[in-house]
Structure formats: C-alpha cells, structure tokens
C-alpha cells in the first residue's frame, strides 16, 4: 500500500510514494536522486546515513520514511551556498583533512552542523561526545575533530560579519 | 636539500571539496539503465554436500529474471590457486559459500527469491581449529585440488621460510633467551562504503564492470579468464573504479560476488548490481587473518641480538585469497627487523571450515611485529638492559643488507627511537610503575614502545611491479593523467597532482586526475603495499622529464616567434618600449628554457612578462600550426627490486624500506582490568613529505586501526559461523575513545629512489600499535598478555593468575 508524503527537502517542497517499510533513506537516495546521504550499516550504528529533521539529527535508515509527513529535512546537498559554493562547515572539513575515502563525510558534516547550531564554541570533548554516533575507518578521527573545531571558528566569524554593519 | 614549490607543505586534498559536499560517487550511487539486481543465497553449513537445490518457486516469483546455481552456469574458478569457483557444485566448505544468486528488478524482490530457494544439505564433519585441522584424519576441505589431484593434508602447498647462519650454535652461545607464543585474532577490515559492483554487456559481449576494487588490471586478468571459461575466449572486461568507500585490503582479491554479477549479466542481458549490505560485508567478505606466532630470541651478555626463531599458523579458512600469503610480508620483520644474524622462519597456512581471509593494511606485517616487539621487551628485561636502550642497540641503520637480502638505502631507525623516547618522556616514566595521582590506588601508569620495518619501495609479488603513468596536455594548459593506481581515500590523488605539478612545472589547479578504467590508464599492478605514491610519483617524474624536453625541443621555434608577438603588442600600446638587445633566436636553445608555475621562460630574458609565454598558448601554438601537434608523455616506472624466492625467504623485495617506532603511555586499572591510553607518538622515517595533510592522516588513520586491534577488534566465531556480524557488537574504536593526544614526528631521510625522497607510508601506522601497548600494559602492571585483543577480561585472567 503507497502513500504519498510530502515534506520539506533542502528549502523545497517534494513528495513520494511511500511503501510503510520504506526508510527516509530509500526516499532520500533513490526516489529523489539526493545520493550524497550514506548507507553503511542500516542499523543505526555508523552515522552515515545522519540527516537533520526539524533541526535533530537522525539515522535515516531508521528513520520510517512515513513519519517525513510535513516535517523539513535537511541533507548534505542543502548545505551548498545558492552560488554552489561549500559552507564554512564543509570547507573547515576540506581545509584540515577531515575526509578521506568520504564516505562517511557526509554524516560527520550533518552532525557538525547540529552540534554548531547547538553549541557555537564546543570543546574537543563535547566534539568527540557528539561524534560518537560517526564511525570513520580511515581518519582515526584527529583530523575530523579538527575540522569540526575550525567549523565552529568559521560560523562564528561568519555570524560577526553578518552582525556588523 | 631541493627547495620545492609545491612538496613537502600542507596542501588541501584535490578530491575533499566533491567529498565533503556529497557528490563523489560510490558504487552505491551508480546505476544503468535497465539495471538490475543480484543476490546471493549462501551456506546453511560449515561443512556439508549438496544434495538438492530445488529452485522453481523463485524462477516463478514475478520481477525475477534469472537463477543461477553451479548446477545450471558456467563453472567460474576464483582465486590465485584456483581451489574456488563463484557458484559451489558438490559442497559447501564454509557458511560463506555462494550456493546460488538471483537477478531481479529490485533488491527486495531479489531478496525473496533468494528465501524461496531451497536447498537440502548433507552435513559433514568440520574442522575449525587450525592445529586440529593438521592432524591425521582430521575432515579434509578440499579432497582434490584445482587439477583434481587428490590431497591427503589441510596444510595448503605454500612454501615460505627463511634459514641463515647457525641457529643451534648460536643458542648455545647466547647469555640470555626469551621465547613466547602470542596471537591475533581475524579482525574485519571495516570499510564504511560495502563492497559491490556493477557488471555489464554489450552487443559484442565484451563487458564493462564497474568494481571496488584495488587491483583493476589483475581484476581485468582475472574477469577476462571468467569471460573464457563463459565461452566467451577472446573477450574483454573493461574495469572501471568508482570512488572506493575504504579498501585497507578489501579490493587486492577479485570476488565471487563479482564473477556472480558478470553470470547474472551474461544471463539476462541487462546490467547487473550487487551490493552487499553491512551484514553481509561481515558475514561474506573475508576478513584479516588471525595467526598464532612462536618466537625465541637470544642476545650476548651486551645486549645484541644473536639469533631469532619464528613460526607462525594462519588460519586461512576453506579457500585461499591471497590472504594466504602473509609470509611474504611476514618475512621482512622476521628477518629484517634489527640486527639478527642468525634466523629461522617458517610458516605454516592451513585450511579449516572458517570463512577464508584476505588482505588487510600491513598485511602479515602487524602479526609478526606483535610477537616480536613483546619478545624485544621480554629479552631486554632478561638481560638486564633498558627496553630503549637494548631496541638502540640492535636498531637497523643505512647501508646494511639484511639477512633476507634487503638493501637498505635509507634507514632513520635511530632517529625514530630517540624521538620516541624524548616525546613519551621515557626516562621519567619508565619502570616507574606509578599509581595515577588522585586516582584509587590501582590505577597504574606504564609506557611502552615497539618499532616496525615495512616496505617503503613498493613490493614485489608479482612478475611486474611495475606502474605506468600518462600525461596528456590540452589547449588550455590542463595536464590530464591517466594512472591505473587506485584512490581509496589514502590521498593518492594529492600525491600525484602535486608530483605533476612540481615536476613537470604547471600549477596544481592545472593537474586534473582521471577515473581509473582499464581502458584509458596504463597498466599498474595494484594499490597495495603501500605502493601508490611511491610509484605514481616516481612514474610522474619519468613522464615530466620527457614531457618537458618535448615542450622545449618546440620552444626553440615557438617561444621566439610568441614574445616577438608579445613585443609588437607592446609597442602598439607603448611606443617607447625597447626590448633589451638580445638575439632571442639564438639562445633559444632547449637547455635554455624552464617551465614552472605554468609558465615557459627563457634564460638570459629579463624576468619580465612580455618575455613569459603561458604553457596554453605554447600549447594552442603547436596545435594550430601547419603539421600541428598536441603533447603527452607516457612512462613505466618499474622500481628497482627483486622477486623473492620465498621458499629460501630471500630477495630484494622492495626498492627502499620504511622505519619507524610508536610509544603508549597507558593506564590500566587493576580493578576492572581495562586499559586507557593517555598518549600514543609515532615517529616515522617517511624520506621525505609530500603532502603534510594526506601524511597526516594516513599515519593518525593507521595508528586508530592498530589501536582497535590492540583493544578492541575480533571476528567471533563458533563452529564457522559469525556471531558479531555487525557494529553493534563488533567494536571498533569511535571518536570517544580516541580522547588522547597523538604526536606525529616525521624523520627525512630523503631516501635515494623515492620519489622527492619519499617512501611508502600507507600502512605502516597500524604495524606495532599493538605492541607499544601491549609493552606499555606491562610496564604498567608486570603482566604480559598474548593474544589479541588486550581486553578487560584477559587483563583481570592475567593478573588474577600471577597471583596464584
């Protein structure tokens, strides 16, 4: 039995038919093309798959595609500027070395943009807590905690030139 | 020392801007049109014949277009000792198995197909336990091998070993020996991006596969030997690299699931996809090798190393990968590894019913090194002499040629010894068994080292390790290469651009790396052994050197002919313009002209613009001129090395050798028996850096896998079967435990044949993690455990039985 959803993907309304069973994932990957979200477990466990619902992070390979009915998702496609440029957030992640096969990036960046949107100036430790949910097999996560501190440097200087006149 | 534009810095990544934005593609994110989906039906035994697979109810599930069994296809051989074919006939020798794979229109009708299947089974007695399995009639896996000769042992007909100097004799002469048996368990590579493929035909039937894979040439050896034993002799497999997701080791084999997708394509004509899920990654790919290591050492009343004794047992589950040959690699710490002048080594692998292994980072390397550096601290303790000082001692040092034949060229062992002692404070906190300040008293501190030898030159295991390497320039200055290497994530990419970049004398903006494909990159024999840089780059320089002599054989009558043009625009704009007084004509000679920056001058013109030609308009020049011409440069780079003979265990297998030494200052708390790491270093002699970013991050990346194996990591199984297939239970380190800093100390040794000086950096991160630790445990609490993972149980075991 298809039911349609209609959600809010990156500033744009869109709608699919939905099988129950199908994930946010399966809706966000193959029926709307976004394929910069991530499958590496689908069980909760890696991260890869994280997307930000209504402002929270969440797996969304066990996020019911359903429960999207009227909700804003944001992936990682919605964080390019209007001019196709990186955010402050995805270019701290290219200038420290933070991705290295990639896959995994995309998570790790819709994490930081939660814990920022958060917590503007987060220790290494309250990083490193929020992360916990990211599994990354090629960094050893130094480079990614370092990307993460600088993002946080870059949003805030962002934020002070918006702020002056 | 070279002064350097561009290596040797800190450069951003070519590859991280698509990567952090999403839009690198995964085979995951591939599809074709008319694609469609493949899934594997695999073993319900360990061990068992096949007595019935009755296949109708899923031949008749709409959206199904194909079921394939080894009964009703192509017999397809895998592996380098052809002793498994993609689709079993017979039986079933592991739960890994593929017994049989369907095509359907979607991976969830695919998926029930596959229940639909039935197959009934006949157990067989099974063997998972390597020393069992060498025992007399213990249940054979294979009873024939490839050729249909009968076997009568598990012991797998490989020979590797080692034998110099007098063993016997110099045990009777040694003043103090230590020995020891230690373990590793199978641990699973763990790449985030699973494994998966697309296969495809044409109407020719030639076929094009789009592979995760870290060997696309063998690859291609391999798929184009499937293709014949199809029917299809004479036929090509074009192989095509998506971006990887990880490899650490995954991609050195071709896979049944591969040889299933070109089946299943063949089959329905239409594109074929399977993509493993995490499950099955766990459960269906092959993980590390777990091996067992025996290890004497003896040393004179000095503290030198007189001899060393080493076996080991891998248990190489029921097929053999190329995972089976450890020892090649087994053997460079075994026999190079300090100074030893007497050595045995051999290695037995042996064939049980537990899902056979493969390659991962080190590869054999981190097994050995873990019984050796513990032996190193065991025998120092023995003699008396300070662990620093007895590794000092015995250190390897430029020059020498080891027993196994190694030359080394570069060598910072010493260096890297020393380093590691100051950054630990080693002196401080050495043998000093502290409690931790402010902690309950059975907290206790200790710091430990261990030191690596790896391949820094490439390694040679094949008849050509060799790497081509192509550079095409276009009419705007872009130099397109072609590399048959393979990007993982390792940072390749960066290595070659800034290669190109320095040595033919462009911008790194202008360097733009293509896909690998079989069809258009040279041939390469594979991205491992920590090769790609090594060889890529020095392939790059080759290929410069002979690009930059074309473009300045061709300057000697462009470049003339372009500034005289620069000097009639001038005066057009400027009257009064001058040009100095020089005969351009006749100084433009090749010798005479540089190109850096993308910029072509000429020696003995004043460094002014109008005296400068852009590398574009030279090119534009060439190209739109009566017999135009457009520039490449192609080079083999196939390093100076020797094939070993492994059964003698001697050979120059590399072209130069990485060194390098970690130090743990760790925690263990006697209560809980869990160990916390308070600080790693790694000082590596790297010859010289190429891209500090990349560096980095290989080295913290290694250095977090050898982590996990030192702590947390192991493939459980009983009676064959898998029990943590996935991250829930199987542990791997998470940014949360990671909250320790790690220093990172890069020793230059500029070493003769790397490329700038550079050597292999890829894997030896992870190499003696494990035992910097395992020596730093026992500093802290004076016991020593063998077996991998050091966990809290096995901590708690050991100090419990020290007390009684």
Redesign the interface.
């Known amino acids: 039995m298809k039911t349609e959803v209609g959600f809010e993907l990156n500033g744009i309304r869109v709608s699919a038919m939905v099988e129950p069973h199908d994930r946010l994932l399966d809706v966000v990957r193959d029926r709307l093309g976004n394929t910069g979200t991530k499958e590496g477990c689908s069980e909760g466990e890696c991260g890869a798959c994280t997307v930000i619902v209504d402002g929270r992070t969440v797996n969304s390979c066990l996020y019911p595609a359903l429960e999207v009915e009227g909700k804003k998702v944001l992936t990682v496609e919605g964080l390019l500027s209007a001019r196709n440029r990186l955010s402050p957030i995805q270019d701290a992640f290219v200038e420290m070395g933070g991705a290295q096969c990639g896959f995994c990036t995309p998570g790790m960046v819709m994490t930081t943009v939660a814990l920022i949107e958060r917590n503007a100036a987060p220790t290494d430790g309250e990083i490193r807590h929020a992360l916990t949910g990211n599994l990354c097999r090629c960094t050893g996560y130094v480079q990614i905690v370092e990307s993460i501190r600088r993002a946080a440097e870059k949003v805030r200087e962002a934020e002070k030139e918006k702020g002056s006149p | 020392m070279t002064d350097f534009h561009w290596i040797g810095k800190d450069h951003?990544?070519p590859?991280?801007?698509?990567?952090?934005?999403?839009?690198?593609?995964?085979i995951?994110?591939l599809t074709r049109p008319g694609m469609v989906f493949g899934k594997i039906k695999f073993s319900a035994h360990a061990h068992a014949r096949i007595v019935r697979i009755d296949t109708s109810k899923a031949e008749k599930l709409p959206g199904v277009l194909a079921v394939l069994t080894g009964y009703n296809s192509p017999e397809v051989r895998v592996g380098f000792m052809r002793d498994n074919v993609a689709l079993k006939r017979g039986k079933v020798r592991q739960f890994r198995d593929e017994v049989a794979a369907v095509a359907a229109i979607s991976p969830e009708i695919a998926e029930e197909a596959i229940e639909l299947i039935d197959v009934e089974y006949e157990p067989l007695d099974a063997v998972f336990d390597p020393v069992e399995a060498m025992r007399e009639g213990a249940p054979l896996v294979h009873e024939v091998d490839a050729n249909g000769k009968p076997v009568k042992t598990n012991i797998m007909p490989l020979d590797y070993g080692h034998q110099s100097g007098d063993i016997e004799a110099a045990r009777r002469a040694s003043k103090f020996i230590a020995e020891g048996t230690y373990s590793v368990p199978r641990i699973q590579?763990?790449?985030?991006?699973?494994a998966g493929c697309i296969a495809e035909f044409d109407m020719n039937d030639n076929l094009t596969i789009w592979a995760k894979t870290q060997i696309p040439f063998l690859a291609q050896r391999d798929y184009n030997r499937a293709l014949e034993e199809m029917g299809l002799s004479g036929k090509n497999a074009r192989v095509i690299v998506p971006?990887?997701?990880?490899?650490?080791g995954t991609g050195l084999d071709t896979h049944c699931y591969e040889f299933i997708a070109i089946l299943l394509a063949h089959r329905t004509g239409r594109p074929v996809k399977i993509l493993y899920?995490?499950?099955e990654e766990f459960a269906y790919l092959s993980p590390r090798q777990s091996a067992t290591t025996r290890i004497v050492q003896g040393c004179d009343a000095d503290g030198m190393l007189t001899f060393r004794e080493i076996e080991v047992l891998q248990d190489n589950g029921a097929y053999a990968s190329w995972g089976a040959t450890y020892p090649t690699v087994m053997l460079l710490p075994a026999t190079s590894l300090y100074r030893v002048p007497n050595i045995r080594f051999s290695a037995k692998i042996v064939y049980t019913n537990n899902t056979y292994c493969q390659a991962m980072r080190g590869y054999g390397n981190p097994e050995v090194t873990w019984a050796l550096e513990c032996n190193m601290d065991d025998l120092a303790a023995k003699a008396g002499i300070d662990a620093y000082e007895f590794r000092r001692r015995n250190s390897n040092v430029p020059g020498e040629t080891t027993p196994m034949g190694l030359q080394v060229s570069t060598c910072g062992m010493v260096e890297c010894l020393t380093t590691t002692r100051t950054r630990l404070g080693w002196d401080d906190k050495r043998g000093k068994n502290e409690h931790t300040p402010g902690q309950a008293p059975r907290k206790r501190r200790g710091v430990g080292m261990a030191s690596l030898i790896h391949v820094g030159g490439s390694g040679r295991i094949y008849r050509s390790d060799a790497s081509g390497l192509t550079m095409k320039l276009d009419d705007f200055g872009n130099v397109n290469v072609f590399y048959g290497g393979v990007e993982?994530?390792?940072?390749l990419h960066s290595s070659i651009t800034l290669a190109v970049a320095e040595s033919l004398g462009v911008l790194p903006d202008q360097v733009h790396i293509n896909q690998t494909d079989t069809a258009t990159c040279p041939w390469d024999v594979g991205t491992h052994a920590s090769r790609g840089a090594f060889m890529a780059c020095n392939a790059a320089i080759l290929a410069a050197r002979e690009l930059r002599g074309k473009i300045f054989a061709s300057c000697e009558s462009i470049f003339p002919a372009e500034i005289k043009k620069n000097i009639e625009k001038l005066r057009r704009k400027d009257p009064t313009f001058t040009p100095p007084d020089i005969d351009i004509a006749a100084i433009a000679k090749k010798e005479n002209f540089d190109l850096a920056r993308g910029i072509i001058t000429l020696r003995g013109l004043p460094n002014e613009s109008w005296a400068q030609i852009d590398i574009g308009r030279f090119l534009r020049a060439i190209h739109f001129r009566p017999d135009g011409d457009m520039l490449a440069a192609r080079a083999f780079y196939d390093p100076p090395s020797e094939l070993p003979d492994w059964s003698r265990g001697r050979g120059n297998m590399s072209a130069t050798y990485t060194y390098g030494v970690q130090g743990a200052e760790v925690e263990v708390d006697e209560d809980t028996g869990e160990v916390r790491i308070l600080r790693m270093t790694c000082a590596l002699d790297v010859g010289k850096v190429l891209n500090l970013?990349?560096l980095?991050?290989q080295v913290?990346?290694?250095?977090?896998?050898g982590?996990g194996y030192a702590l947390y990591e192991e493939v459980k199984s009983e009676h064959g079967r898998i029990l943590n297939p996935?991250?829930?239970d199987y542990k791997?380190?998470?940014?949360?435990e990671?909250?320790f800093p790690?220093d990172l100390d890069f020793i230059e040794t500029a070493d003769t044949f790397g490329p700038f000086g550079a050597k292999g950096v890829g894997e030896p991160g992870l190499v003696p993690t494990a035992p910097a630790i395992g020596n730093a445990v026992f500093d802290a609490i004076g016991v020593r455990i063998h077996d991998l993972p050091i966990t809290p149980e096995k901590v708690l075991a050991a100090l419990e039985a020290r007390k009684s």
């Open positions: 951003k990544r590859d991280g801007p698509d990567k952090v934005a999403g839009k690198t593609l995964y995951h994110d590579q763990s790449c985030m991006g699973t971006a990887l997701g990880g490899g650490f899920d995490r499950f993982m994530g390792q940072g970013q990349t980095k991050g913290y990346g290694g250095l977090v896998q982590v996935g991250f829930t791997l380190p998470t940014a949360g990671i909250d790690i």
